[in-house]
């Protein structure tokens, strides 16, 4: 058991010099044409348990059905529970800041016209995944780190109403629906 809780200690620390080092390298960039067709969101399910409120983008934007991924973090999350998003948790930390979770590995291996950020704790694996996720434009809120978003929407996280509207506005602006 001791050895258990310093080997999570361990992967804590090398996830933070991971993220550390991530964050400090310009963005990748992806090469995918103007316009939202595809949108991936990290929900912070803990604080927002309303995660499927995001499939009202798909009317919003007039998206295909299939065009949003959602996947939601919880910290004690228990595998029998039923959800009706993909989650994940703290207990899916690897070694070098990797996520041991298919889920999140089916998340990552497409590529998103917009990655919403959907939480505001300071959150080692949600920051970890925002960073992997491979998105033209990523959109957050105004209580995170502001080297993860392009677009940063100063909104609270219960209110779902004024950050899609805040969304559609700002996206108007900048062309892309």
């Not at 007039?62 to 207990?91: T, V």
């Not at 677009?151 to 996206?171: P, V």
Request: positive net charge.
């Amino acid at each position: 058991m001791f050895l258990k809780g310093l080997q999570d200690k361990f992967k804590v620390k090398s996830g933070h010099k991971y993220l550390r080092e991530e964050l400090e390298r310009s963005p990748k960039t992806v090469a995918r044409d103007k316009g939202i067709t595809s949108v991936g969101c990290i929900v912070d399910v803990d604080n927002f348990q309303k995660a499927e409120a995001f499939y009202e983008l798909i009317e919003e934007f007039s998206l295909r059905p299939n065009a949003i991924k959602i996947i939601g973090y919880k910290r004690e999350f228990d595998k029998n529970s039923p959800y009706a998003i993909q989650m994940f948790s703290d207990k899916d930390l690897g070694w070098k800041g990797q996520i041991e979770n298919s889920y999140v590995l089916e998340f990552l291996s497409r590529e998103y016209d917009m990655l919403v950020n959907y939480y505001e704790d300071d959150n080692l694996m949600m920051k970890l995944l925002s960073v992997k996720t491979p998105a033209r434009l990523k959109v957050g809120l105004a209580a995170q780190d502001p080297k993860l978003n392009d677009l940063i929407l100063n909104t609270s996280l219960g209110d779902f109403k004024l950050f899609k509207s805040e969304l559609k506005k700002y996206l108007k602006v900048l062309k892309e629906i």
